[in-house]
């Protein structure tokens, strides 16, 4: 009786050890495709309009025991080197100047961490605007994770939508193995990479939850907090639903104050340049 009771403690207590020891070994490295230079108002509506702003483009590279994992993929490879407007044309390089260099490209990115594009296994995607879905194509072999409302979104655009989604980005990927979402998702089902629902930018807008060992929890926002000003309650600029976009911005505020984590914007040049670029966070 008493020896079942400790072995059951026991089983208990390497069951917890296991889950723990899954979120031990993730490594996370956040990267940038770039800068876009665009103005402020695209991001804080009503605030800054007419002031040209240059800001990263966040990307993130997450190092998992089951998989390797991207969390966005930055400005298409074809817009480097000052070939902007050849690909997303005059108009879109006029609202949204893409500088980047062929080597801030997530695959040579990739490399510097000391991977190749076929290692990934898992690309999530917070939403399929040209600066999060570009490289698609670079991972076709991986299992894509995304809203479902977010490919009905990028495949067939509302006409006030369209111009930020580059069909071109993705026209062939119909085929692509998609893990297609309807709200939340733990990953792997350890509560270590989970998807939240943070629909308002767009239909279809997910962030990424990730727990770290040592850093604890990490909200990434992507476009659902463009800035700490859209945290602040400064509206963000280009959205689907205005509404939505507050409430997921209140919810992702409410997890980080619950687990006392850090949300980790998309194109805040004050905060990327307060984070590690060349080591992992764990
Ligand atoms: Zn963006």
Redesign the pocket.
Known sequence: MKRGFVKGLLASALCAVSTFAAAQDIKLWQVSSGQ?ELDKGWLTAMSGVGTKIKVP?AMYVIQHPRGLLLFDTGNNVAVSDGQCANYWGQGLCGAFNAMQTRDEVIDRQLAKLGFKPEDVTHVIY?HF?L??AGNIKLFPKAKHVVQKEELRAAWWPEKFQRAAYVMKDYDTTRDYDFLQLNGDFDLFGDGSIVVLDTKGHTQGHQSLQVKLKNTGMLLLA??AI?TAENEAGVIPGITWNTNLSMQSIDRLKQIRDANRGQIWY??DSKQYGEHNHDKPYD
């Open positions: 876009l483009v917070s605007h600066d999060h992507a476009d463009y998309s194109h």
